[in-house]
């Protein structure tokens, strides 16, 4: 049977070139992977970062002097990006310094608070409030956007197995248990078809995944190996079922 779908490879050259972009295309998907969640990880904690901010100007700090106190304490990618630019910004402003910590951490979230700390000290305003405002702000963003994403992320991961791994199986099983290859069935046409039929299926269902969570592009990485895959399934099924 494994040599019999590894000869299926030389009738189709379709699901050859797939596999080999398939693979290469999964490592290029891997680097947006890892940059989302240190994004993400810098996010969730910045509320910890500004109700802290908030406590040390209550008690008297100064701004950077509160900022340089929390690098030396917080961890993570945000405590590790906080204490680099701040030792970088001896030969700076300290506005430059906030302008080059916002733009490193590569966050939307990050950029709009520092923007925001830099308007509140040229106009004096009440800074402890402000932190302290923008804290519950952004945790309660930040609840709301991790329990939409596991939702989605399940609902997502639920549509990309079923269409490119269970109907594949589920229609190959039938089909060799209807139509055996054993019996005299000559239907390799009708099993080339439908392993395009997956195929489609899949990239289909990977898109739809991809856009629900609001990665589309990032999706389109790992759509060869998924196509690769629900073809191959539906054709080692056939053959495995129907001898």
């Known amino acids: 049977m494994i040599f019999g779908l590894l000869e299926s490879f030389n009738d189709n050259l379709l699901l050859l070139v797939l596999f080999v ?71 700076s402003s300290f506005d430059a310094a906030l302008a080059s910590f916002s733009a490193k951490t590569r966050s939307s979230q990050v950029q709009r608070v520092m923007v925001l700390i830099e308007t509140a000290i040229e106009q004096d305003s009440p800074l402890q409030g402000i932190l302290s405002d923008l804290a519950m702000d952004y945790e309660r963003l930040n609840d709301l956007m991790n329990t939409r994403e596991e939702e989605l992320l399940g609902r997502g991961i639920l549509i990309v197995m079923f269409i490119s791994i269970g109907l594949p199986v589920l229609i190959a ?53 998924w196509i690769a895959l629900s073809m191959t399934l539906y054709l080692g099924a056939v053959m495995i079922v129907g001898g």
């Open 173 to 225: 099983f039938i089909v060799g248990l209807f139509a055996p290859a054993s019996k005299g069935f000559q239907i390799d046409s009708f099993n080339t078809t439908f392993s395009y039929f997956f195929g489609v299926a899949s990239a289909i269902a990977v898109g739809v995944s991809g856009r629900m969570l609001g990665r589309f592009k990032d999706a389109l990485w790992w759509m060869p190996g």
């Open 21 to 91: 972009v398939g693979i290469a295309s999964a490592v290029g998907g891997i680097p947006p992977m890892l940059e989302r969640r240190r994004r993400r990880s810098i996010e969730n904690a910045l509320p910890g970062l500004l109700e802290s901010l908030s406590d040390s100007v209550g008690a008297g700090r100064g701004i950077q002097e509160a900022m340089m106190e929390q690098s030396r304490t917080l961890t993570g990618p945000l405590g590790k990006l906080l204490k680099q630019t701040l030792e970088e910004s001896h030969s």
